[in-house]
């Protein structure tokens, strides 16, 4: 025999939770990220890419002697930002400094660290990838090239 009076589990269900039950059942409808910030839920982040892209910057020579190995250096070639970095012994790369989030400019942190004080992104200037989000993909690439003790960009 049940007692009539006893207590019974109730689960109490707001307005977001049924919001949100409603627009997942849904087929094919695109679940817009402010109704679920709205209801304290934070879409999942874009999932970062490998995918480099190569720019191009106004043909700029400097000194290799400039790039120790293990270290990056932002140089200015004509006007643009530029990472240079040498990761092995006379293997030299360089990249666009415009970061891939918003356009901050990516200074050198130590070594082949790389930071966007915007909003913290961190790219290894051994390959230009990005390493730590928000920063969506790598730094573009640029050309370089070296020609006896000197390295040209662009
Ligand atoms: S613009 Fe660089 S982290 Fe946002």
């Not at 106004?58 to 290799?64: K, M, Q, R």
């Not at 006007?79 to 990249?95: C, D, K, L």
Request: hydrophobic residues 40%.
């Amino acid at each position: 025999m049940t007692d009539p009076h006893a207590a019974t589990s109730v689960t109490r269900v707001g307005p977001c939770t049924q919001r949100r039950a409603v627009l997942l059942a849904l087929p094919g409808i695109a679940i817009l990220p402010g109704i679920l910030s709205a209801c304290g839920m934070t879409p999942p982040p874009e999932p970062a890419s490998t995918v480099q892209e190569t720019t191009t910057v106004p043909s700029t020579t400097i000194d290799a002697a400039e790039i120790p190995v293990g270290t990056a250096k932002q140089v200015d070639a004509g006007g643009e930002n530029v990472i240079v970095a040498q990761p092995s012994e006379g293997e030299f790369v360089a990249y666009s400094a415009v970061c891939t989030h918003q356009g901050g400019n990516v200074q050198v942190v130590k070594g082949m660290t790389l930071r966007c004080p915007l909003h913290g992104a961190e790219y290894d200037a051994t390959d230009g990838a990005n390493t730590l989000a928000p920063a969506p993909r790598p730094l573009d690439a640029v050309p370089v090239a070296v020609q006896g003790d000197k390295l040209v960009l662009g």
